[in-house]
T-cell receptor, first 118, second 115 residues
Framework: GQQLNQSPQSMFIQEGEDVSMNCTSSSIFNTWLWYKQEPGEGPVLLIALYKAGELTSNGRLTAQFGITRKDSFLNISASIPSDVGIYFCAGQLLKLGGGGTSYGKVTFGQGTILTVHP | DAGVIQSPRHEVTEMGQEVTLRCKPISGHNSLFWYRQTMMRGLELLIYFNNNVPIDDSGMPEDRFSAKMPNASFSTLKIQPSEPRDSAVYFC?????????????FGPGTRLTVT
């Protein structure tokens, strides 16, 4: 099956620093998703990417869908304490179903634990 | 707007007991997913439904686990009999699959402890 390698596993940074994390896959995806999970909560979708080469921003967050369709990165600029949490990448290979619908299994990375020191 | 609703939020049970976890997806969504999260294995997809039909249950650990989606607004994940190794946080997620859109929205999870 498809495997995702997410790195780094954890990061300890000072407030104000920029953060970068990435995911690589053994096979292609046609959708990349980035989620953030805080303690006691479910993952929350941050950014969704649908095209190879696509670069998308959401506030201080920027993510890119790699040209090879096998990788993606997430950058956080000027980190703040509330950025603390676990960040997950997820890849999906969509398949067309009946009636114009599409579906596909989502594979999650292992997560990057981000700690921001004030 | 209400997000994905899961109940109970916490469940503590003894080994051998039956456990039923419940999920109400976001209204209008046509896909529903059950995940299990542990420190050792991370987020694992157990099963997902599209238009109430199970599409992929290859992640269901064993016959003790079963999931149903009797209608578009409700799903259950049942473990019978439960074992200590089933202790984990179980998430339900839903999405609306249309074209390229397949963004999953997660519920708050059910923390299951089997003693």
């Amino acid at each position: 099956g498809q495997q995702l390698n997410q790195s780094p596993q954890s990061m300890f940074i000072q407030e104000g620093e920029d953060v970068s994390m990435n995911c690589t896959s053994s096979s292609i995806f046609n959708t990349w998703l980035w989620y953030k999970q805080e303690p006691g909560e479910g993952p929350v979708l941050l950014i969704a990417l649908y095209k190879a080469g696509e670069l998308t921003s959401n506030g201080r967050l920027t993510a890119q869908f790699g040209i090879t369709r096998k990788d993606s990165f997430l950058n956080i600029s000027a980190s703040i304490p509330s950025d603390v949490g676990i960040y997950f990448c997820a890849g999906q290979l969509l398949k067309l179903g009946g009636g114009g619908t599409s579906y596909g299994k989502v594979t999650f990375g292992q997560g990057t634990i981000l700690t921001v020191h004030p | 707007d209400a997000g994905v609703i899961q109940s109970p939020r916490h469940e503590v049970t003894e080994m051998g007991q039956e456990v039923t976890l419940r999920c109400k997806p976001i209204s209008g969504h046509n896909s529903l997913f059950w995940y299990r999260q542990t420190m050792m294995r991370g987020l694992e997809l157990l099963i997902y439904f599209n238009n109430n039909v199970p599409i992929d249950d290859s992640g269901m650990p064993e016959d003790r686990f079963s999931a149903k989606m009797p209608n578009a607004s409700f799903s259950t994940l049942k473990i019978q009999p439960s074992e200590p190794r089933d202790s984990a946080v179980y998430f339900c997620a839903s999405s609306f699959s249309s074209g390229n859109s397949y963004e999953q929205y997660f519920g708050p999870g059910t923390r299951l402890t089997v003693t």
